[in-house]
């Protein structure tokens, strides 16, 4: 079956500090990963995506993500962390199957 | 440009009424569609999506069930409504491609409370 485990539900940083969110998935085909991201009283966004070539994946706002077929793994970093990257970051699994399966969430809070 | 459109945007409904939330795309043809319910800790939960007309693939056993009259429009029912069924609703849409799910597009959500 199709899913995702992060295992970060709340992390909570100063600023400057380097980030990585983890995130595992099970999916038995070629899959393509996302990391989606909701800022306090905003829509879900992409931030990034995988789908085939390069596992280094950059994206919008200096994150990037790099998928370890070997492991599973998809983990979100982010080299230094701003007070504005406060946010909830959601990790997704798609496929040949149509259907975007999401992980439970993880809070980030950048303290200034 | 496409744009995605939910409504109502907030909806207070007693136990056992009925409800329905409906979804519009616009400005693409064919969209696979997704209602999702998104809860605080449990990220966003796949009730329902469809890859063509009246094509509904059903993700888990509910009090809910969906409709695609149109290409472009999904609705989500219920015939009697638990307090359960509380919760924030996202519609969302994709472009069919040949390399699997792609890029979800989400409508502004609808806020549910059942009382």
């Known amino acids: 079956a199709q899913s995702v485990s992060q295992h970060n539900h709340h992390v909570i940083l100063s600023e400057a500090a380097s980030l990585e969110l983890g995130c595992n998935y099970s999916?038995?085909?070629?899959?393509?990963l996302f990391w989606y991201v909701q800022y306090p009283g905003q829509h879900l966004q992409l931030l990034l995506k995988?789908?085939?070539?390069?596992?280094l994946v950059k994206g919008i706002k200096g994150f990037e993500a790099e998928f370890i077929k070997s492991k599973f793994s998809f983990n979100l970093r982010k080299p230094s962390v701003q007070w504005s990257d406060t946010a909830e970051y959601f990790c997704?699994?798609?496929?040949?199957?149509?259907?975007?399966?999401f992980g439970t969430g993880t809070l980030l809070a950048v303290q200034p | 440009s496409q744009t995605i459109h939910q409504w109502p945007a907030t909806l207070v409904q007693p136990v056992g009424s009925p409800l329905s939330l409906e979804c519009t795309v616009e400005?693409?043809?064919?969209?696979?569609l997704y209602w999702y319910r998104q809860a605080a800790g449990r990220g966003l939960q796949l009730l329902f999506y469809?890859?063509?007309?009246?094509?509904i693939s059903s993700e888990v056993p509910q009090n809910l069930s969906a409709s695609r009259p149109q290409d472009r429009q999904f609705i989500l029912s219920s015939k009697k409504l638990l307090l359960s069924d509380s919760g924030f609703y996202l519609c969302?849409?994709?472009?069919?491609?040949?390399?699997?799910?792609?890029?979800?597009?989400f409508g502004e959500g609808s806020r549910l409370t059942v009382l």
């Open positions: 400005g693409t043809s064919n969209p696979n």
């Open positions: 995988y789908f085939s070539g390069d596992p």
């Open positions: 969302a849409w994709s472009r069919r491609s040949g390399v699997g799910t792609g890029e979800l597009f």
């Open positions: 997704a699994v798609g496929g040949a199957t149509n259907k975007l399966i």
């Open positions: 999916y038995g085909g070629t899959v393509n």
């Open positions: 469809s890859v063509g007309i009246g094509q």
